[in-house]
């Protein structure tokens, strides 16, 4: 009897264990394409981040240039203020009334470049103050930084609010890329465009 129900016994354990082995192959197989589909997906979002950033790049050289030593665009002519002051030298309009007028342009041109896909811009002006003994400097810089904004609305520049918003911000005698040679450098305002990327699923 004991034999009879070995001779059973063994079949049915191979069964199981020949069952269990396909169950953990498809397994294998099914992780395996899931993984690879993930993978691919990644690298095309990550694809068209760099294709996004590198598109918020194209600025107009006449009025911005790539700054290496800290990675971002700055103003090709340095708008610089007097001591204590928030006003704009009337030299420095025009130029400052073309840099909106490039930015905005560049804002329409991504907008219809990536028409439909959850990508959204701000545009940020950095008001900077000297290291002296003017006890407001940071809100100093920060009124600096909103004198080119209300340059702009007079002047009837404007950026599409759908995709864009314009972040007014000062950082005082503080921030980085400061002039360490000369204080009165420090004068001044900073322009920066960074884009928003949202979910890229799908695009």
């Not at 069952?19 to 993930?38: G, H, N």
């Not at 004198?147 to 921030?175: K, M, N, P, Y």
Request: some cysteine; aromatic content about 12%.
């Amino acid at each position: 009897m004991k034999s009879k129900s070995n001779s059973f016994f063994w079949p049915s354990f191979t069964d199981l264990m020949t069952s269990l082995f396909f169950i953990m192959l498809v397994l294998y197989v099914l992780t395996y394409v899931k993984m690879k589909y993930q993978q691919k997906a990644t690298q095309e979002q990550l694809d068209k981040i760099k294709q996004i950033t590198s598109a918020v790049k194209a600025l107009d050289t006449n009025y911005f240039h790539y700054d290496a030593q800290f990675k971002r665009y700055s103003l090709t002519k340095a708008i610089h203020y007097a001591s204590e002051s928030a006003v704009i030298d009337p030299a420095d309009t025009a130029y400052l009334r073309q840099v909106g007028h490039s930015i905005s342009s560049l804002i329409n041109t991504l907008k219809e470049k990536y028409k439909g896909q959850d990508i959204s811009y701000i545009v940020i002006i950095e008001g900077m103050a000297s290291r002296d003994q003017f006890i407001k400097n940071f809100q100093l810089s920060y009124d600096r930084a909103q004198s080119i904004r209300v340059l702009w609305i007079t002047r009837h520049i404007h950026f599409d609010s759908a995709i864009c918003e314009l972040q007014i911000s000062g950082s005082g005698t503080e921030g980085v890329g400061r002039d360490m040679q000369d204080e009165k450098k420090n004068q001044r305002i900073l322009i920066q465009i960074v884009p928003k990327i949202g979910d890229l699923a799908g695009n």
